[in-house]
């Protein structure tokens, strides 16, 4: 698979040369056409925060809008949450979430996000639609965009870009040569880099993510389980669920991994996950709920940031706030 050659630098990379600098010649036309205004941008009534990354695969974004969520709400903020709603398709857009909304037609990721947090979680291809459905209906008073830090037709107030500590940039390379959308440059523009996992540098803030109980899929009871256990994951970086669970003592028996956001089918994991408990990630746990065995379990992370960088936050937030009237 071509991902295989962006954590390293090979002869083969270079097969794709052309292609990256096209890539790099119409990302870099399409940003500077939306600074000069030959396409149009919104701005919207209250702040938003933009949670990305530079990089193609799972850095960590959900957890670290979670962690937004809950913090942004005990000082006082009502936030919402934009997505884009990666692999569903809702019955119109946008679309606001509710209590019955399904992974069909909402996505995995703001599924959960719901679940989670409970907070108003609106999707649409573009995004404006869904910010202005939740400030009019919602009554949000700031937004947090899941991801969109190249969907340049929504203004934003701050930029967060979280990497994954381990991977970090892979070979350093645009797609298709390498992983990158943007160049490594593009990470100076951000108020923060948010590295998960890994060692962070000096200017970049860390991010750990904590696992919590398991909880069963079915009832989301939470129990202990010992003996040996089978794993499966459908993230954008499999290896670091299951290296958690290796972390964790747990006895892993399979170890399998799915395409991100990937849809699936019952009887295929129904059959293949029989014999043993399985561990899952709460990603892959909302779409699994309506057809798991008993013996199914997922387990919640919470990320963990430190408490300098959130005082950083919410201070220029309320500059912000201050300075826009709002």
């Known amino acids: 698979m071509i991902e295989k050659l962006w954590y390293r630098r090979s002869w083969l990379n270079w097969l794709f040369a052309p292609l990256a600098a096209l890539f790099a010649l119409l990302t870099t036309i399409r940003r500077q056409a939306y600074r000069a205004g030959f396409f149009s941008s919104y701005r919207p009534p209250v702040p938003v925060i933009v949670v990305g990354n530079i990089t193609v695969g799972g850095n960590g974004k959900t957890p670290m809008v979670l962690w937004l969520v809950d913090r942004l709400t005990k000082a006082g903020y009502k936030p919402g949450v934009v997505s884009r709603g990666y ?99 593009r990470m100076r523009e951000a108020m923060a880099v948010i590295c998960n996992g890994g060692k962070a540098r000096p200017d970049e803030i860390p991010m750990v993510l904590q696992p919590a109980p398991l909880h069963n899929v079915r009832t989301n009871h939470t129990a202990l389980i010992s003996g040996a256990v089978d794993a499966m ?94």
Not at 253 to 272: G, I, P
């Open 233 to 326: 994951a459908g993230i954008g970086y499999p290896p670091r669920f299951f290296n958690s669970l290796l972390q964790q003592g747990y006895a892993l028996n399979q170890q399998v991994a799915y395409a991100d956001h990937q849809a699936f089918s019952a009887d295929e994991l129904q059959q293949r996950f029989a014999q043993r408990p399985l561990i899952m990630t709460e990603k892959d746990a909302v779409k699994c709920r309506s057809f798991a065995l008993d013996n199914w379990w997922y387990q919640p992370v919470t990320a963990q940031l430190p408490e300098s960088f959130a005082t950083r936050l919410l201070a220029q937030l309320k500059e912000l706030k201050h300075g826009t009237g709002l």
């Open 87 to 185: 692999g569903g398709k809702a019955p119109h857009y946008p679309y606001l979430l509710h209590a019955e909304a399904t992974t069909a037609e909402a996505g995995d990721e703001p599924v959960l996000i719901y679940q989670r947090c409970g907070c108003p979680v609106a999707v649409a291809p573009k995004r404006v639609t869904a910010v202005q459905l939740l400030v009019e209906q919602c009554g949000v008073d700031i937004i947090i965009s899941d991801d969109g830090l190249q969907h340049y037709a929504l203004q934003r107030d701050i930029e967060l870009i979280v990497m994954d500590g381990e991977r970090r940039l892979g070979n350093g390379w645009l797609m298709p040569m390498g992983p990158l959308r943007e160049t490594a440059s």
